[in-house]
Structure formats: C-alpha cells, structure tokens
C-alpha cells in the first residue's frame, strides 16, 4: 500500500479529519479529537501507527516482523507498522479499519465499521 492510498481510505470513514499535530513531517487522522492513524512521512518504507485490541496487537507483533509496539505511543494499545511488503493490503486496511472503529466506537456514524 502506499501513502496516497492509506489516507484515501483513512478519509473515507464519517467524520474523518486529517491535521499535522506534530509539525510537517507527521500526518494524523482523527475522529472528535481522537487520533486512530498516525503517519511520518519523513520516513521509508512507509510505515504508520494504528490503534489495536490489546489482544490482537501481540498476535499481530508475533506474526509480523514488521509490526511493532507503537512507536511514541501507548505500546499496549498502539502498533507500529512497516508497510515492507509482508503484510498484505487487505490486513493493512483492516488494521487501520480496525482503529478507527476503536476510537469511534461511541459514535453513530461508524455502526458499519465496529
């Protein structure tokens, strides 16, 4: 997956709003104030922060090298993952599906994603 393609599918979700809470080089997405996806892009290969189930953040960190603790976040609830080509674009975009549904899980307009 690639840049363009991760923020088109972080912008498709209700209520979506994408800033630079931490200067230039990192792009956020949130929903009422809740950051569920987090990109540098000062970086390569691709590679981006997304909120996870605790449970499932260590199945993932266990199957894929390239998924790692949240980098700068909460470790127990945020995943670092390096889009190197392991891990397919279905489960990428089921991750960051997965964390918004995790952030808005309150909110009316996300009842097809939760």
Not at 20 to 41: E, R, S, T, V, Y
Not at 57 to 80: C, D, F
């Amino acid at each position: 997956m690639n840049i363009e393609s991760l923020r088109e599918l972080a912008l498709s979700f209700p209520g979506v709003e994408e800033y630079l809470p931490f200067g230039p080089d990192n792009l956020a997405f949130k929903i009422d104030q809740k950051i569920f996806l987090l990109i540098p892009l000062d970086i390569s290969p691709l590679r981006f922060n997304v909120k996870c189930d605790p449970d499932v953040a260590i199945q993932y960190r266990e199957k894929y090298a390239s998924v790692l603790p949240g980098y700068h976040m909460n470790k127990k609830h945020w995943n670092t993952v390096i889009d190197d080509g392991s891990i397919p674009d279905s489960l990428i975009k089921k991750m960051v599906e997965d964390s918004y549904a995790l952030v808005a899980k309150d909110k009316t307009y996300c009842k097809k994603y939760v």
